[in-house]
């Protein structure tokens, strides 16, 4: 290829601004080149909750987001992923002390699929029915959460504080509890997805029944 039409090539990809979802306000995330619109769907941008806050105290938390729409010279997304930086949960560990992780999976009251993970910072040791019954509790506060809530409601009270200080209300009275966090959030299917997965599922269920008889 001549240097002439590798400039072209270049003159020809076009810039699209990339925005946050409306639960963010819609705020730019930066700047993605395509030299065709559909090069840029799927595309994955990361940044943090200072950088869409400007507080840079927030900047520990991660936000994933994905292009899933795209107009004349904007790109539009959707959340996919919150999580704390790996410093940030490392501070949070202190010798003598239990650290306490739980995995949650739930369905959001608009069929979102979600994978909650809370984990709990005891201040001294606890033993194992301590750790489990605080597990238990967690599990329970983040399926309640979800059960209440639309995607957008379950990530906003995630995101901001919300769920894990409701969690360490909680489970405090349980053991002595220095901090709560949910370190990681993650979107696993969309409403169409776990739709499909269901009517697969009954398809299947239907067919054992006709084997059996």
Known sequence: MSER???RAKQEKRWYTVLAPEQFDRQELGE???DEPEKVYDRTIETTLGELTNNASENNTKLTFKITDVGSDSAYTEFVEHSLTRDYLRSLVRRGASKVEAYVTVLTTDDYRVQ???VAFTTKKADASQEKAIREKMVEMVEEAAAERTFE???DSVVEGRLSSGIYGEAKTIYPLRRVEIQKSTLE???EE???EEA???DVDDEDVATGD
Request: aromatic share 0%.
């Open 5 to 7: 039409s590798v400039s």
């Open 32 to 34: 993605t080149p395509a």
């Open 116 to 118: 909650i993970q809370p």
């Open 153 to 155: 409601e379950l990530i």
């Open 189 to 191: 299917a969309h409403p």
């Open 194 to 196: 776990v739709a499909e």
């Open 200 to 202: 697969t599922s009954v």
